[in-house]
């Protein structure tokens, strides 16, 4: 059983920054395709940066020259550092792992940024 604990969440003034982690549990995650996604009440849960196994990233539009994905598998951690924060950014961020069964899940940790 995969179990991701994501951490590092919080209240930041407009402008400020966070770094959200994301420790996996139950598995070796240098295996994993991993991401970070979020979910703004009222709103579907969008992907906001995907870095594969290999270290391949991607991100959302929105995000992009902002926020940074990173990983460190003898850690089985994955960061999401964000910098530039706009309240548009509030939102439940989840982390995310994918290998070759299901997609696992973590509990989700709250950014709100303030204006």
């Known amino acids: 059983q995969v179990r991701l604990v994501e951490s590092g969440g919080g209240l930041v003034q407009a402008g400020g920054s966070l770094r959200l982690s994301c420790a996996a549990s139950?598995?070796?995650?240098?295996?994993?395709?991993t991401g970070w996604y979020r979910q703004a009440p009222g709103k579907q849960r969008d992907m906001v940066a995907t870095i594969t196994a290999d270290g391949t990233t991607n991100y959302a539009d929105s995000v992009k020259g902002r926020f940074t994905i990173s990983r460190e598998n003898a850690k089985n951690t994955v960061y999401l550092q964000m910098d530039g924060l706009t309240p548009e950014d509030t939102a439940v961020y989840y982390c995310?792992?994918?290998?070759?069964?299901?997609?696992?899940w973590g509990q989700g940790t709250q950014v709100t940024v303030s204006s």
């Open positions: 995310n792992a994918q290998g070759r069964g299901p997609a696992y």
């Open positions: 139950g598995t070796a995650f240098r295996g994993y395709d």
